[in-house]
Each structure stands twice: as C-alpha cells, then as structure tokens.
C-alpha cells in the first residue's frame, strides 16, 4: 500500500531574496535552483541523540583554505643543542671515568710505595699538624741507586733536596743541601752527610738534617730510585728545562759522554738523569752546587709536567710509573693535594747551602759557611731571599723564578 505523501509544501527559490520571508534567507546547495530540506525536529528531551556523521561541507573553492585537519599527539623532536648537550654529558661521563681509573691504578702503587717505609723511618718524621692544602709542610727528597728502607745500606744518597709548601702565601721552595757538607751525625762522628744515609738509612739522615736546618722539621720523606725515575719521565714524554751554560762531560758517565747545549733543551729520562747527576764536566766553574741547580730544574720541570691537564688526562697510563719508582709516606691524596698547592703557587724560592772546600782525611769536603743559618730563615721565609755572592762559586744564597 503506498506511503501518503506528505502535507508539507516545499518553497522554490530562483536567486535573490522574496521580500523579508525569512526563508528567502536560505541558500540552495545545490548550485542553482531546487529546494532545501526541512530542518531537522530537536530530539525529545530524555531521549539519546542519534549518532550521526557531520554535514559534509561545501566544495573548497580554489585558493582558499580549507577546513582545520584534526590534531594527533605532537612527536618531540630533540634540537641540536640537545643533542649536542648530550654528547657533551657522554664525554664528561667518559672522562671522569677514565681519570678514576688512572687515579686507582696510582693509589694501588702508592700503597706500595708506603708500604716501603719501615716504623722507624716513619718514627724519625714530625707531624705536620694538619693538612697539605692548609698547613706548610716540610718534604724531603733523596735520590738513590738502590732502594732502602729500613736496613743499613752501602748506598749513599746522591742529592738531598727539602720542599716546603706554604698554600697560605702560593709559595714552594726547595732547599738543597751538598752531598758533601761536613757535619755532626748523631751516633757517629763529623762526616759528609750523605753518610748518614749509608750508616742508618732514612731515619739517621733526617735526624742529621733536622739537626743541620734546625728549627725545619722534616714532615714527610720521598727516596727515589734513580732507575725508575728515567721511567717516569720517559712515561710523560720527557721534561723541558733551560740550560743556563754548555755542560759537556769530561768522564763517562753510565758508559756515555755526554753534551747539553745552552738554552731550552728537551731531555728524556736517560738524558735527565745524566744531566742531574754528572759530576765532573770540562767547564772549570762546575761544582757540587751548579750541579744541585741542575737537579732543581729537572725536579721543576718534572713538578709542572705532573700537575698539567695532560698528565691529569694520561693517569690511567702513567699512574702506575709515577709512584714505582718511591718509597714514601705520603698516601696518593696527599701526592695530589701537593701537586694542587704547588699548581697554584706563583712562585719558587731556590735555596742552597754551602761552606768552604777542604781536604780532611784524604777526602774533598764542605765545611759548612756561616751564612747557611740565613739561608734557613730564608727558606722559612722569616727574612727576605738574598742571592749568593757574585763570583764566590761556593756562597749560599737563595733566589726566586
């Protein structure tokens, strides 16, 4: 049976609007003339609103901006300062790292290396009364062919240098004391001091040089074994010094001769050991005491080349080199705390004693000079540095660079 038609009567529009019918008000879709649909009834309140799919609208006309594309979740796209950031936190995280490394490799050897210092050398030591970035300390360094601790050797220490830092004034200064000075050992008659060290050892030479230097106190104790240091400094890439004057040998020395020219020379560690220990050049003005300032240069050298970024860098490979070739007391972080104070020193007080040579019992020796008691005040800073006595090869004095 058919559907009745429905009553509702639709209106025709040709264009325009049909006086102020406000149905005339309505387009026609269609893009000419036809009719448009009845508006949609309200739903009923209560009832649910049917799902319907939106009117579709009119074609988009060239030129114009269509309708607004719906917004998914927005991607994170990291910039390039990101990503730089980021490399930058790998490779600080690899550096730090990699120093860790190298600074456990040189604790484990400088346990060692205390391990190497018997009671009684840590005995004859005075505390220092704090720690080395607040409180001057007194360190002693020898040097030494064989190695020894505690017993007796027949090795005699070939230089004996102190250290003093003072982090309160930036300032270090090193003494150095000859080989061959006369004096008192305790326990023992007048002889070079460097005997004391053949006698008893370290305990017996910093009891002779507490004595010497007295009211200095020595603190700490480094002895250095001359083979292990050529290893050390060849471990760094050698040293740069400047040579005041030409030194050629006049005696081989470890089987050599050997030549440094004057100026800025480069020496690796046999030829830094070389230059430190040789004794008898043909220059006439040679003497224990230039060769005590050229071992001051080296250990200069060698102090600046320890605290640079560079070996700071390099510490996983040149850790264990550095603390091989000591015996000490000083743990690894008071080696640090000490190459810090003397990084940010900004000077260097270089002092020696001295005396007058003599003859005694068929041996060329020091009598000790007057002025050396000076020279100590110098050293603790209780008076001002005053240079050696020009054309006296053998006067005491200090100086700064």
């Not at 009567?9 to 008000?25: F, K, M, V």
């Not at 104790?221 to 040998?249: A, C, H, M």
């Not at 220059?283 to 080349?305: F, G, H, K, Y």
């Amino acid at each position: 049976m058919p559907e009745p038609k429905s009553s509702k009567t639709y209106r025709t529009y040709r264009g325009g609007r049909a006086g102020n019918d406000p149905e005339s008000a309505r387009f026609d879709f269609g893009g000419g003339a036809g009719t448009i649909a009845p508006p949609r009834e309200r739903t009923p309140a209560g009832m649910p609103r049917p799902n319907m799919r939106p009117p579709t609208g009119p074609p988009v006309a060239p030129g114009r901006p269509g309708p607004p594309r719906p917004q998914g979740p927005r991607r994170f796209r990291p910039g390039w300062k990101r990503g730089i950031a980021i490399a930058v936190a790998v490779v600080v995280a690899l550096s730090v790292l990699w120093i860790y490394l190298g600074y456990r490799a040189f604790s484990n050897e400088m346990a060692n290396a205390n391990a190497r210092i018997g009671k009684r050398t840590r005995a004859a030591l005075t505390p220092a009364g704090g720690s080395v970035l607040t409180t001057p300390q007194v360190t002693m360094i020898m040097g030494s062919d064989s190695r020894t601790s505690n017993a007796e050797s027949d090795a005699r220490s070939d230089s004996i240098l102190l250290v003093r830092t003072d982090p309160g004034k930036h300032l270090v200064s090193m003494l150095s004391i000859p080989r061959d000075l006369y004096v008192p050992i305790p326990g023992h008659s007048t002889s070079k001091i460097n005997a004391a060290f053949a006698w008893g050892g370290p305990p017996l030479l910093i009891h002779t040089v507490n004595r010497l230097v007295n009211p200095v106190k020595v603190n700490h104790v480094v002895l250095v074994d001359f083979k292990g240091f050529r290893e050390l400094i060849d471990s760094l890439g050698g040293v740069t010094i400047y040579n005041p004057t030409v030194i050629q040998s006049s005696q081989p020395f470890d089987g050599h001769s050997w030549h440094f020219e004057k100026g800025t020379i480069h020496l690796d560690g046999v030829r830094a050991l070389a230059y430190s220990r040789i004794r008898h050049t043909t220059n006439p003005a040679d003497s224990d005491i230039t060769r005590e300032l050229r071992q001051q240069r080296v250990m200069q050298a060698l102090s600046r080349q320890l605290v640079t970024p560079s070996t700071l860098f390099h510490l996983p490979s040149v850790g264990r080199a550095l603390a091989r070739p000591l015996s000490t007391d000083l743990t690894a972080p008071d080696m640090l705390e000490m190459g810090w104070v003397k990084f940010r020193a900004g000077r260097t007080l270089q002092c020696h004693l001295s005396g007058t040579p003599q003859n005694i019992g068929g041996q060329d020796v020091l009598m000790p000079s007057e002025q050396n008691r000076a020279v100590v005040q110098m050293f603790l800073g209780d008076i001002a540095p005053q240079r050696p006595a020009p054309g006296n090869l053998w006067a005491p004095g200090c100086s700064i660079k």
